[in-house]
């Protein structure tokens, strides 16, 4: 078992940034991929981004490449999200997903990938 605790969401401006934490707990973190994933208000939760049990590959929505950055720190059982250059839609929950394969070589993008989730951080990008 794996719990997850996400923090890091709130309030900023266009143009501005947050940095998301995701803290685990549980069996075998340092061995699990990561990702991110949002649903916005009347949408589908969809993906954000991703990245290996050794931060070796990542992987990233189109809509978020070239401003948002997943990274990890394993001795600290924490997986991040650098959210720069932030659009109002890009406002959402924000969920982090541990996967259930370990050490895998593939940044999975796609939810059924994911065993674990957080219980979110609320992210609002005020025009």
């Known amino acids: 078992q794996v719990q997850l605790v996400e923090s890091g969401g709130g309030l900023v401006q266009a143009g501005g940034s947050l940095r998301l934490s995701c803290a685990a707990s549980g069996r075998a973190f340092s061995s699990r991929g990561m990702a991110w994933f949002r649903q916005a208000s009347g949408k589908e939760r969809e993906f954000v981004a991703a990245?290996?049990?050794?931060?070796?590959?990542?992987n990233y929505a189109d809509s978020v490449k070239g401003r948002f950055t997943i990274s990890r720190d394993n001795a600290k059982n924490t997986v991040y999200l650098q959210m720069n250059s932030l659009k109002p839609t890009d406002t959402a929950t924000y969920y982090c997903?541990?996967?259930?394969?370990?050490?895998?070589?593939?940044?999975?993008?796609?939810?059924?990938?994911?065993?674990?989730w957080g219980q979110g951080t609320q992210v609002t990008v005020s025009s």
């Open positions: 990245i290996t049990w050794n931060g070796g590959s990542t």
């Open positions: 997903a541990s996967a259930h394969v370990l050490s895998s070589i593939t940044a999975y993008y796609t939810e059924d990938r994911y065993a674990y």
